[in-house]
């Protein structure tokens, strides 16, 4: 035993590529283990990639996930094993052997560069499954423009030559050669620390649900399907058209829960996202097409999320979305017209028929089919769904150590949350592997720099023909002949492929034999190949930075097809400006700063707690500081999970674990006086006197229950709170033959507080259940608007309705009237199925009653200029990528402060929070990037432009009552450059005098 | 540096002004595109990924964020004969 101990590994092996999946291998990669990406698909990506935008932001999602695909491809830490399974694996947390089998891509993506002839000319098509069916690909292709790793693969299933033995074209269209017919399987093992697993999830098949007409009526398409069509890089590049005669639709109907909340014939549980997206699809298709009416057709509107109450409002009273509350039994077709006809009931209970253009059946979520064959390769266990097995307390723990479970794998979810277990789980590797970081990643030795300071501009220009992606267009000769007459040139000469490997090689040499001191390459987006380029220069002893990259590819070449002329002139006016720019570079000196590997967690609650255990097991010192005089924070009047668990023996084991650990410094009746500095050097002073020094900021201020003034709370002794409901239940157990009625939303989804406070929907649930179930006799009935026990939560819903609990719709116009009786009270609701009102003898009165942003997230917020949303929670950096990060370097957010949330999801949170600020505090020192913002106090006047619009925080005003600039901050987005009246802001490699010279050399042939 | 592009930017302001004059039927306007590097420059990249076309006489100039732009970069592009500039980001 103690020989594995003593064997860790390095390195983590990451089961999927999706978004959560990346979010895991980079936080694990910046943080100096090396990562394997294991991807079935030939692209990572995952289901994000598919989507067109994201609510409720409206954000694009492609836009979104691109760069960060673009970033896992090329971080020197992560390897991507595409078209690979795991087949085994063996050994035990801290040293694990994977056994990975890869399908052949009969594609080699060294040599590949994506040029896509190979795609033009395959002559075999077939259905594209990333396009949902609605268009075709070829058997040679890649699943999207922007895939990852950028090359293509051969489907053996139909490419005429792995079948019947004829054709190759591809191969002889390739001129990089990257077709390689003889590609075979291959079998190998890697050695890891830890596995993650992030399969994702599939979508449900519609095809089961006849009576909806999937498959039998054209215009009848899934949610999936028409993300595509709203795509502007979809089958109808982003016009709403409809399959059967590409007409325009008017009328939409989307059809909620195909095949979620619905045990009988699909799945029982719900799959969390659908309500959501129906909405931003509604909305999209409106924004596209001002005359779509959209229609929803659901059972319950579940906008539990940050925010999500107002999208959906705003959907119904900005953009005139239909919501109707009603299900759908059948979909038929008007044969003449390819319209489809509804049938429903209305809120009146009359029977409707309702025509409309187009119907989109809002498909769930639920694990792949092959899940159960997939844990049981891994050794792990899974739930009576196939979903991972996880505990309430331990969200991304699977049943065996040192594996960890993330993303929808673990439970339906939406993006952002898929993005914070991503951190999460990494956060937890990085606890386990503590003490083998850094092992496995490899460290490059470098040449000195050359000093260039005294030498006159020597450029040397590459121009790429990219096979004949540039060539065939651009007449790279020309270019590469008339460039030596520029200023400054030296030397330049085409390649046919400048990124191939001997093309660095020769760069290299003609660095040294030309004594070149800058070079431009001119070949396709800097997006992509700068850093490779970057690489190469360096490597020949220059600065980095003396470097720029002319995009003749994407932005000439491939845009002006069949125009040589004009296409070969605008290539050289490209060419020329950035000639033109990159004489004026001068080389650029990185600082970097030290990191103090300690951290600062405001609120000790459940959140502060999990975080602080989790960066403590990482190695860094932790200073969790509470307001109160105990720890433990809003968890202390909780007692059970809705799933059962024993919320208090789990409290004090963790209150224990804190107190013990020798990484945590806890500091209670105390709260942060000031605190000073930057990212990686904070000092801060407590009201207790205490001065620590840190590097990263946690915030995990909480929120409180809300104190009702409504339904006679306070007056009659029979009306309380679900907590203090769950108080009594615990100790004294339910009132026998006592008849309980619960009322939900009690200050929460109207305003001011317009917002869902998430957790009471299955609040009173669990407390239903824990009535319900001793028998005694009792009655409950919960006036609700809309149940919200979305995921697996469903299950407790359908358990309190076998139990008999009776559940009562209200509207929020048409709130439940409350009146003292001698012995309890009695509450007057209108019941929309009966159509009239009713009464109810309640002995007890129960408030679910919602949750506030805690007071002193106010002055945190002052203190450290961090903004929160109307409500009060605080706003994270980016409300579907980076959900734990704040906008300012070096702080973090977890749990109730950022917005409502349940005991499992604030866990997932915290270890989140230890994930991202792990990352940070895992750097000795932190290097500021080239590309920032120069100040030059010299010629500043202090008069604070910059200071009010830099979105960073960087410009300061220092001890002489003058701007001075942090550069550790800075971005180098040159918005403060942009305002400064007396140019004392300058941006390196965009400073004015460069855009200039490239705007004069661009315009040196106009008349 | 600064100072020295603001003296070209202001060395031509005492012309007189011209009439405006008949426009040939092959003229083809010179257009500049500041582009934001991680927006507009990355969807300028993407329609060349699409094949999808636009008139050759746009060149695009990448800037680390359009609030970067500054008015002199428009007047100096004015003054050197450029009939308009698209910002985008």
Known sequence: ?1007 | MPEHAQAHTLSNESQSIERPVERPSDWEPAIIAFACHYCAFAAADLSGVMRLSYPFNVKIIRMPCTGKLDQSYLLRAFERGVDGIFVAG
């Open chain 1, 1 to 1007: 035993m103690s020989n594995t101990e003593n064997k860790k590994r390095g390195s983590v092996v990451i089961v999927g590529g999706g978004i959560g999946g990346m979010q895991s291998a980079l936080d694990l990669a910046d943080s100096g283990f090396k990562v394997h990406i294991i991807q079935k698909e030939s692209t990572i990506g995952g289901t994000m990639v598919m989507l067109d935008k994201t609510f409720p932001t409206g954000d694009c999602s492609m836009c979104m996930i691109s760069p960060k695909m673009v970033e896992v491809a090329r971080h020197p830490g992560i390897k991507i094993h595409t078209l690979s399974q795991v087949t085994s694996v063996k050994g035990a947390a801290g040293d694990f052997t994977v056994a990975i089998r890869q399908k052949p891509r009969y594609v080699d993506p060294e040599k590949c560069t994506g040029c896509g002839v190979c795609e033009e000319k395959c002559p075999k098509k077939t259905a594209s499954e990333f396009e949902q069916n609605l268009s075709v690909r070829k058997a040679i292709y890649s699943e999207f423009s922007q895939a990852v790793p950028n090359t293509r693969v051969i489907d053996p299933e139909i490419c005429t030559y792995l079948t019947k033995g004829k054709c190759r074209v591809c191969e002889k269209v390739c001129t990089a050669n990257a077709i390689n017919f003889e590609d075979t399987e291959k079998e190998y093992e890697l050695k890891t620390g830890a596995i993650i697993l992030a399969p994702g999830l599939q979508r449900h098949n519609p095809w089961r649900h006849q009576e909806l007409g999937y498959g039998r009526w054209e215009n009848v398409v899934t949610s999936l399907q028409f993300e595509r069509i709203l795509s502007a890089s979809g089958p109808f590049s982003g016009e709403i058209k409809r399959p059967s005669d590409q007409k325009h639709p008017e009328k939409i109907a989307w059809l909620q829960c195909v095949g979620s909340r619905d045990p009988h014939n699909a799945n029982p549980w719900c799959s969390s996202v659908c309500c959501m997206y129906a909405t931003k699809q509604a909305v999209i298709a409106k924004e596209h097409d001002n005359r779509i009416s959209p229609s929803i057709f659901y059972m319950d509107m579940r906008a539990f999320g940050k925010d999500f109450d107002k999208y959906v409002d705003r959907a119904k009273n900005e953009y005139n979305v239909n919501y109707h509350r009603a299900m759908i039994s059948d979909v038929r077709e008007d044969p003449k017209t390819g319209d489809l006809v509804l049938r429903y009931s209305g809120m009146d209970g009359k029977q409707t028929y309702e025509n409309f253009d187009m119907v989109v059946l809002s498909i769930g979520l639920e694990p792949h089919d092959d899940a159960w064959t997939f844990a049981e390769t891994i050794g792990i266990d899974l739930n009576a769904y196939g979903f991972a097995g996880t505990t309430p307390f331990r969200p991304v723990e699977s049943s065996k150590a040192g594996i960890y479970v993330t993303g929808t794998f673990q439970s339906p979810k939406d993006i952002p949350e898929t993005v914070m277990q991503g951190s999460a789980v990494a956060g937890s590797a990085m606890s386990l592997l503590a003490d083998v970081r850094g092992t496995e990643v490899e460290h490059v030795e470098l040449p000195p720099e050359k000093d260039i300071s005294s030498d006159q501009p020597r450029v040397g220009v590459i121009v790429c023909h990219c096979g004949i992606n540039i060539s065939q267009t651009v007449d790279v000769k020309k270019i590469a002949n008339d460039v030596k007459n520029l200023p400054h040139v030296v030397h330049s000469e085409d390649m046919m492929y400048a990124c191939a490997q001997d093309s660095q090689e020769t760069i290299k040499n003609l660095i040294k034999d030309k004594n070149l001191n800058r070079l431009v390459v001119a070949s396709c987006t800097p997006r992509t190949h700068e850093p490779l380029f970057q690489e190469t220069i360096r490597q020949a002893g220059l600065n980095k930075y003396l470097f720029e990259l002319a995009d003749i590819r994407e932005q000439c070449s491939w845009c002006h097809m069949g125009d040589q002329e004009n296409a070969t002139r605008k290539a050289a006016d490209i060419v020329r400006m950035n000639v033109a720019k990159v004489s004026l570079f001068e080389p650029l000196t990185t600082d970097s700063v030290p990191v103090t590997p300690a951290a600062l967690i405001i609120g000790g609650g459940i959140s502060g707690m999990t975080t602080a255990l989790s960066l403590g097991d990482q190695g860094y010192d932790v200073h969790l500081v509470e307001k109160n005089a105990n720890i433990g924070g809003l968890l202390n009047n909780v007692y059970r999970t809705i799933e059962a668990g024993d919320v208090q023996h789990f409290l004090k084991s963790r209150i224990n674990e804190v107190k013990k650990h020798h990484k945590i410094t806890i500091h209670t009746d105390a709260s942060v006086e000031k605190t000073e500095g930057y990212v990686g050097n904070f000092t801060t002073r407590l009201t207790d006197g205490s001065t620590f020094d840190h590097g990263a900021v946690i915030v995990a201020t909480g929120g409180m229950e809300y104190t009702p003034s409504e339904y006679l709370y306070g007056e009659s002794q029979w009306v309380v709170t679900q907590r203090e409901l769950e108080k009594q239940l615990e100790e004294k157990g339910p009132e026998p033959g006592a008849s309980y009625v619960m009322i939900q939303c009690v200050g929460s989804r109207e305003e001011p507080l317009n917002y869902c406070s998430r957790i009471c929907c299955q609040d009173a649930i669990k407390n239903a259940i824990a009535i319900k179930e001793k028998g005694l006799g009792t009655h409950v009935t919960i006036l609700y608007r809309d149940m919200r026990t979305y995921g697996l939560r469903e299950d407790y819903y359908k358990k309190a309705r076998d139990l008999g609990v009776l559940f009562m719709r209200y509207e929020p116009d048409n709130k439940p009237q409350v009146e003292a009786t001698g012995w309890g009270v009695a509450v007057t609701a209108y019941d929309p199925m009966l159509n009239r009102p009713v009464v109810i003898h309640a002995n007890f009165l129960v408030l679910s009653t919602g949750l506030r942003p805690h007071p002193s997230t106010e002055e945190i917020g002052k203190m450290y200029k961090l903004t929160r949303n109307p409500d009060g929670f605080f706003l994270e950096a980016h409300v579907k990528l980076r959900p734990v990060d704040f906008p300012t370097e070096g702080f973090y957010l977890s749990g109730l402060a950022h917005a409502p949330k349940n005991i499992d999801e604030t866990i997932s949170q915290a270890l989140s929070a230890a994930g991202r600020a792990g990352v940070l505090l895992s750097h000795e020192r932190l290097g500021v990037s080239g590309i920032i913002s120069k100040h030059n106090r010299d010629l500043c006047m202090s008069c604070l432009a910059c200071f009010r619009v830099c979105p960073f925080d960087s410009p300061f005003i220092d001890e002489d009552g003058k701007v001075s600039h942090s550069e550790i901050k800075c971005t180098g987005c040159g918005i403060c450059s942009g305002i400064c009246p007396a140019k004392a802001f300058q941006v390196n490699n965009f400073r004015d005098d460069q855009i200039i010279a490239m705007i004069d050399a661009l315009t040196e042939n106009i008349a």
